[in-house]
């Protein structure tokens, strides 16, 4: 616990940050769910249309240090590859994480 009246002051306004970034993260996540949402659905204007609206609002949570800038350009440059890639009829998943396959096991030594 803190000691000093310095140190409590700066515990609760802590507290306040931490909710406030918090709030801001959610808001972060919402927006590129909205865009894949829109790219899972198959639609290509709409999720164009979604990828505009939503830009904005990484951008303006990666100048406020709540993410990384590099991190804001790799979401938007991944939501902006699966539109790209969309067909007419073909929805693309983008939240689906592409795993290595699993190394074969060395045989074992049995001497």
Do not use: C, F, W
């Amino acid at each position: 616990m803190a000691n000093t009246a310095q140190a409590r002051k700066r515990a609760r306004q802590a507290v306040k940050q931490r909710a406030h970034n918090a709030s801001l993260r959610s808001t972060l996540r919402t927006a590129i769910k909205k865009i894949i949402k829109a790219v899972e659905a198959g639609d290509k204007v709409a999720a164009t249309a979604a990828y505009s609206e939503n830009v904005s609002v990484i951008d303006r949570i990666a100048d406020k240090n709540i993410i990384h800038k590099n991190k804001a350009s790799r979401h938007k440059s991944r939501l902006n590859a699966a539109i790209k890639a969309m067909s007419a009829e073909a929805p693309v998943a983008v939240a689906a994480k592409v795993k290595a396959a699993p190394k074969a096991k060395a045989a074992s030594k049995t001497a």
